[in-house]
């Protein structure tokens, strides 16, 4: 089966190229990224600007499309908002319309959780039934990317299968994640939440093993599939796992609620991740027979320690 992978220097990109790549006899993978790298097949693009995607399409099954940008992702100003139209919708549906045209079969759009919202209440979960709620450039454009998607659908042969992750984590990690590890690392007192929260992430060998699950299983086309671990953690519970797998015994403090908006606005990354997300992906491994291969609590332990290697 010839696939072909988009944003194949991002984290998930890099990881899933590296499992295809270990099974030639199954997949023959062409990567497009910005410039080239390695012996793989590729092609140099550049989702901005580019609008001939022909020389990546010939004989290709499925795309799996997980370029994106995602600078400035939280900001509604409208230069923020038509950039990320301009990549993340109508790239992705400039892309998808060439790829139905070529023969493609399956187009699998990597999205994100944030279509469906910030944060959840607390007792509440993100479900395969809950309605959009966008907030950002970030998840706007990506659910107009989903809505064009489902339109071409429609008309043309090819299945659209979209997939919503959480954040996503593992060795390498960066942005808002790689700050928690750091100040785990650190061994100072870490703040927790006023009140307890919840939250669902995904490690990325288990994103990567649903990605390769949906190239062919039958049951996903034309589906919106949400992502995750499988198992919840509050920010409490995830800092103790990384600060005890670092070597540290952790310090918690505990905020008054005052303390804790405050912090949240000075610190975005806090705010983040002291607020409840929680994804049931019952129906996606319902859907698929499936389950995600790697306990997070292990997958969380291994991040860790592959970042305290980072450093030596």
């Known amino acids: 089966m010839k696939i072909l992978v988009t944003g194949t220097t991002g984290f998930v990109g890099r990881a899933l190229c590296k499992r295809l790549e270990n099974e030639p006899e199954r997949y023959q993978v062409v990567c497009a990224h910005r410039q080239r790298e390695g012996a793989v097949d590729s092609c140099l693009i550049d989702l901005a600007t580019v609008a001939d995607w022909s020389s990546c399409l010939t004989g290709v099954e499925v795309v799996v499309h997980l370029a994106a940008a995602v600078h400035g992702a939280d900001g509604e100003s409208p230069i923020a908002m038509n950039h990320h139209a301009r990549i993340n919708a109508h790239g992705t549906l400039q892309l998808a319309r060439q790829a139905a045209d070529a023969g493609v079969r399956r187009f699998v759009f990597v999205s994100t959780i944030k279509v469906n919202g910030e944060e959840t209440e607390s007792g509440e979960s993100f479900t ?54 750091s100040w785990a690392q650190s061994g100072l007192p870490f703040p927790v939440p006023a009140q ?117």
């Open 196 to 312: 307890s929260n919840v939250r669902t992430l995904v490690s990325v060998e288990n994103l990567v093993d649903l990605l390769v699950v949906v190239l062919t299983h039958p049951a996903a086309g034309n589906q919106v599939l949400l992502a995750g671990d499988g198992e919840s953690f509050s920010t409490e519970e995830l800092f103790t796992i990384l600060a005890s797998a670092l070597g540290h015994t952790p310090v918690l403090l505990r905020l008054p609620m005052r303390a804790d908006g405050l912090l949240g606005r000075v610190w975005p990354a806090y705010r983040k991740l002291s607020r409840s997300l929680a994804v049931d992906i019952g129906r996606t491994q319902e859907l698929l027979e499936w389950s995600p291969p790697i306990k997070p609590r292990q997958a969380l332990i291994e991040t860790a320690l592959a970042f305290r290697e980072e450093g030596r």
């Open 128 to 181: 395969s039934v809950s309605a959009a709620n966008p907030y950002g450039a970030y998840a706007h454009s990506k659910y107009q990317a989903e809505k064009g998607l489902f339109e071409l659908a429609s008309r043309m042969a090819m299945e659209v299968v979209v997939i919503r992750p959480p954040l996503v984590y593992g060795a390498g990690v960066k942005a808002n994640f790689r700050s928690l590890l």
